[in-house]
């Protein structure tokens, strides 16, 4: 999620541009994680 506010930051789009679209994405995540009934694994980077 960090990397993709950043990436779009750094596009020049204004800061609540790149968070509506970063909650776009957290939100279609979250919508899949509950269809599949999954839980949230966090990946070691």
Known sequence: MKAKYQ???AK???A???ITA???KLII???TL???DRKW???QT
């Open 7 to 9: 990436a779009l930051a």
């Open 12 to 14: 020049g789009k204004p």
């Open 16 to 18: 609540k541009v790149a």
């Open 22 to 24: 970063v909650m776009g």
């Open 29 to 31: 995540l979250a919508n």
């Open 34 to 36: 509950i269809k599949q």
């Open 41 to 43: 694994i966090k990946k």
